[in-house]
């Protein structure tokens, strides 16, 4: 029997459906949150404007894997550039610096999955008190050290 992951049945989340979250006014839906899969993994869909990604910066507890949905997007890993769209995927080790952004002309979409999962608690918890990089950012660092992670550097040019 299929139910919303209560129990021994399945999680089943159909198109459209998981938990909403704005952190950083980047929407994204967490289709299976780390809560539902006993902390092992969390895996989400985040919308990209043209020209926005994140500061660089390192994961020390989980591996994230991202695969492109729909978009243009330039992947820096531990010094490396890659440009991936549409269907393609890459893997960034748990420790290594990286960041990303949209290179198109439009929003991109990514399908990113984090494990160990409890990562996402960090989206959680920066939407749940209202933070903004361009104001509250000593607190967003000190939330994101207790997630295991850190911002190392601006996002490239």
Request: aromatic share 8%; proline share 8%; hydrophobic share 35%.
């Amino acid at each position: 029997m299929m139910s919303n992951g209560s129990g021994e049945g399945a999680l089943v989340r159909r198109a459209g459906e998981g938990t909403g979250n704005r952190a950083f006014d980047l929407p994204r839906t967490f289709i299976v949150r780390s809560d539902e899969a006993g902390g092992s993994f969390s895996h989400w869909i985040e919308n990209v404007p043209a020209g926005a990604g994140p500061p660089m910066h390192v994961h020390h507890r989980e591996q994230e894997m991202f695969r492109i949905l729909s978009g243009q997007f330039r992947f820096w890993c531990a010094g490396e550039a890659q440009d991936l769209t549409d269907g393609d995927t890459v893997l960034i080790p748990k420790g290594a610096p990286h960041t990303f952004k949209n290179t198109g002309s439009s929003e991109g979409q990514l399908l990113i999955t984090l494990t160990p999962g409890t990562g996402d608690g960090f989206f959680i918890e920066v939407e749940r008190l209202g933070l903004h990089p361009s104001r509250d950012m000593p607190r967003i660092v000190e939330i994101a050290g207790r997630y295991g992670l850190e911002f190392v550097g601006p996002p490239p040019a």
